[in-house]
């Protein structure tokens, strides 16, 4: 199965805004029958003010206005359907946006309230309660923690956010929030999609007593130290049960989770039978273009699978990071090595994610005007980090300058740079050598593989540099070139290259499918 990401904002533009909406998607529907893909994983269209770009949502059970409506939704559901695709939405359980009723009777209710009991918030520490409950740090920087006003105008209590302050944690302790999740689960569902990806699946649960993080806890997301007890807490897993057993009242239906958690032992808790159907294994999306890292990281995610018994999934990029063009070198190196990888990972069983714009070869677009940068990140970090507008930059379709056919308006939500004519979509689908066309046959292929979900894979010995592996359930044999240096193809006929071969030769940021 192959699942291509959305980020709505990012994809096409129906309503002349110069913002991408549903319409926008239903519009460029044959952008993705032509692709092959068997669905989509639409990123946060839900009512949100967009300070995280829909990471924030102000009402879980409507559609915001800047996508469309709850109609439009159930179109897009439905034109999807004719074609044989499915659509996983984005649910977004650990926090809400400041602007969901539930913060703003949080805050009027004051302390002790059971509407605050929805949230996490605590008194300060120090004699006054200025210092924050814990040392815990925000994921977008600066700390974890925001001091509110009491009703009466005195400085009051904290409140929890792991991500922006715009984002409050919810308090998944408490039954109120368990059931409201409950209801948007059904609410969807019963509109006809197909399932959910779930953000921060590892961090819904909080600990009972908040404790400051020791001393040289290592903070960086994918590796999630152990002792950081903001992430993967025993608790989160009665969570993912409880939405396992509405989700299988859906035939069908299912859940992908995202789950920053790096020990392959924790990770597989989160693919048990009765918990999440998927998860998102980040070793591959993390891994540089060197052969062993990138066995490395196809060997851990492939033994989480084994533990679990589950479909393992891959991803080269997704909404929060470095595209992959960008990521292996930028220019003619990194594309070379990111059609390679393109190979690798659609040759691997299981579930492969592609986000929009990877099969036009897109780069990160590190030259956004710093005026215009969007993401948190950014002004939280004091201008230490860009954030990730560089990966979200609308998509282009058609034509030689902005907006390439993306939207009517002048202008984009983030400005598309100069120089994106040769990557359009138009353009790349008339020339059978680009990546776009690469993607397109490379799916064909893979769709015709028996396609079992067995994880495993054999691998050969090869060159230095290189590696050759087949899969265990038929498909192709395939090898990819890291080295610096061209190595002769093994035997067997050449069904796909993501690159020239050198006569009988594969150069380097080369790969090749063989049978
Ligand atoms: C993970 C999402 O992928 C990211 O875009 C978002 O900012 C955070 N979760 C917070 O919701």
Redesign the pocket.
Known sequence: MVLYQIYPRSFADADGDGTGDLQGVIDRAGHLERLGVDGVWL?PIMRSPGV??G??VSDPRDVDPLFGDVGTLRRLVERLHASGMVLIMDL?P??TSIEHAWFAAALAAGPGSPERARYIFRDGRGADGSAPPTNWPS??GGPAWTRVTEPDGSAGQWYLH??APE?PDLNWSNGEVADDLERTLRFWLDLGVDGFRI??AHGLAKPETLEDLPEGVEIAQLVVDERDARWDRPGVHDVHRRIRRVVDEYPGAATFG?VWVGPVERFARYVRPDELHFAFHFALTGAPFEAAAIRDAVESTLEASRIADSTPTWALS???VVREVTRYGNGAIGTARARAMLLVELALPGIAFVYNGAELGLPSDFRVPRDRLTDPTWERTGHAELG?DHCRVPLPWAGSAPPYGFTTAEDTWLPQPRGWGRLTAREQSVDPDSTLSLYREAIRIRHSWPGTTVPAVTWLDTFDGCLLFCREDGGVLCMINTSRHAVPVPDGDVVLASGPLDGTRLPPDTAVWLQ
Request: net charge negative.
């Open positions: 990123s995280d770009h990471y924030d977004v650990n926090h994921v977008f792991l991500f984002q953000d921060v995202e997704n909404h929060d990730r």
